[in-house]
């Protein structure tokens, strides 16, 4: 028999509290990537990377994480997998201001790089692609260790095209790792279309070279996004090895506040994926399972309040000293070029 609407979630093993758990998520991080892109416009910070269109692909997927005991490799886009594991606007907007309180690198790195140990949140380059061999050594060190845990490397689908990716599944499937590699295609590699960096018409379609089983998810719902996560997941924490899920989504913004996307895709395009937006679409799903609008408009406000408290406080916060940029950067009485020590 067909799964009804109303037992989609419940067939997933999920509750609606998760799911409207899950729509919180997805909202903060849609209004948070907003309110970076103001920001930048309004000149009060440098650079932001938006999420928006990615929001139902990371959430869904970050669900499946046990947080605290799986470890996590995220890239530079993963804002909404970062909140799913607790990492609040505050510590975003610190990190965008680059203050010197910002927890994950005490406003020296580019936005969302993060880095939370005990969350085993592990910080990453912004070299695309470089993500995937930190993964697999953390999943060699369990594998080693005998812990019951596992690797999530998250990555867009042009960190596929490096060859950093193709030698961590090589490696990740000749030695069985436990570790799932979660790509969200958004069909653009900055300006360069998905057919025009690879010529299969899936990234999925790759895991077959690397013997490992390659799901794909629609990543504009939530609900898919988690499920095709789930899969991949069981199978990796059973001992079945690394596995591969693809999330086809959609980027609304631009790649950063730098670029001008309108020198590779048109304005009805952007339109097109508009109405399939990942947020209305969860919102709807708990519209239709007898979540009130009332309920869903406190959530909204709510969330801009602590929203606009983030801002003001971390602006209120001071900057980074220039004397301590060298700070773990070098070894602690290490010379330095002019001759003094670190």
Known sequence: MAVTARERHEELGLSLDDVRGMYRVMLMTRMVSERILQLNRMGRTPFGAGTDGHEAAQIGAAWNIRRGKDWLVPYYRDMGVAFALGVTPLEEFRMVLAKATDEHSAGRQILNQFSKPRDRIVTRSVCVGTEF??????????????????????????????????????????????????????????????????????????????????????????????????????????????????????????HTSDDDDSRYRTKDEVREWMAKDPVEHARTYLLEHGVTEEDLTRVRAGLDAEIEAAITQAESEPDPRPEDATRHVYAEGHPLPDGTRA
């Open 133 to 254: 061999p930190h993964a697999v050594g953390l999943a060699l060190a369990i594998r080693n260790r005998r812990e019951p845990n596992i690797v999530f490397a998250f990555g867009g689908d042009a960190s596929t095209s490096p060859g950093d990716f193709h030698e961590a599944a090589n490696f990740a499937s000749v030695h069985h790792l436990p570790v799932v590699f979660v790509i969200e295609n958004n069909l653009l590699a900055i300006s360069t279309r998905f057919e025009q960096q690879m010529a299969v018409r899936n990234v999925a379609d790759r895991a077959a070279a690397y013997a490992m089983p390659g799901f794909i998810a629609d990543g504009m719902d939530v609900l898919d996004s988690y499920a095709k996560t789930k899969e991949a997941a069981a199978i990796t924490r059973g001992g079945g090895g690394p596995t591969l899920v693809e999330l086809k989504c959609y980027r609304y913004q631009p």
